[in-house]
Antibody, heavy 122, light 114 residues
């Protein structure tokens, strides 16, 4: 059974840092592109980052570029998002999502986790 | 950035009636060498993560009821639910993946029962 389980969401002060995780099961991490997508309270979906199946390619939305870093650990079958210089507008539920088996040119998301809430507030 | 605009923002339809949601992209998401539209639709029920229902603009994901139909090409797309069921109450999002690595979603359309 394919499953994604996020963890690590917390209350963080503006300017602070946090790393969230996504534990994957039921498929081989090295076969898929993976993404982080967030949803601010009561708002829509915003794609923020993806990482290629071999980890060699990473892309970020302009809103997080230079502040967030995506990574993956194949030995732990996990995906991570390191978030620095956090701002109030980063407050959101963060979802990890699996890209389709087609790779970078077929980046729709066929499996999503339940999400983890990151709140940035003083 | 490619902007995806959905209409309407919210929609109320009677049970058993047809519901149609529109999605317009600011640039074409059709790629002629593959003859495909790089557009997906998701359903998000309250308190749940989004669920993929349509990809390649018109291909239903496995397990999705056939009352869900995706259509359109180029810049204009539709998601149609032929006979609305109570379990279809949700927010629906379109997403383009033509302009990867920049991926964008529509703002969402809230579908309710009239």
């Amino acid at each position: 059974q394919v499953q994604l389980v996020e963890s690590g969401g917390d209350l963080v002060r503006p300017g602070g840092s946090l790393t969230i995780s996504c534990a994957l099961s039921g498929f081989t991490l090295s076969d898929y592109y993976m993404s982080w997508i967030r949803q601010a309270p009561g708002k829509g979906l915003e794609w923020i980052s993806f990482i290629s199946s071999n980890g060699g390619t990473k892309h970020y939305a302009d809103s997080v570029k230079g502040r967030f870093s995506i990574s993956r650990d194949h030995s732990k079958n996990s995906l991570y998002l390191q978030m620095n210089s956090l701002r109030a507008e980063d407050t959101a539920v963060y979802y990890c999502a699996r890209g389709s088996a087609g790779g970078q040119w077929e980046l729709y998301f066929d499996t999503w986790g339940q999400g983890t809430l990151v709140t940035v507030s003083s | 950035d490619i902007v995806m605009t959905q209409s309407p923002d919210s929609l109320a339809v009677s049970l058993g009636e047809r519901a149609t949601i529109n999605c317009k992209s600011s640039q074409s998401v059709f790629y002629s060498p593959t003859n495909k539209n790089y557009l997906a639709w998701y359903q998000q029920k309250p308190g749940q993560p989004p669920k993929l229902i349509i990809y390649w603009a018109s291909t239903r994901e496995s397990g999705v009821p056939d009352r869900f139909t995706g259509g359109g090409s180029g810049t204009d797309f539709t998601l149609t639910i032929s006979s609305l069921q109570a379990e279809d109450v949700a927010v629906y999002y379109c997403q383009q993946y033509y302009y990867a690595p920049s991926l964008t979603f529509g703002q969402g359309t809230r579908l309710e029962i009239k």
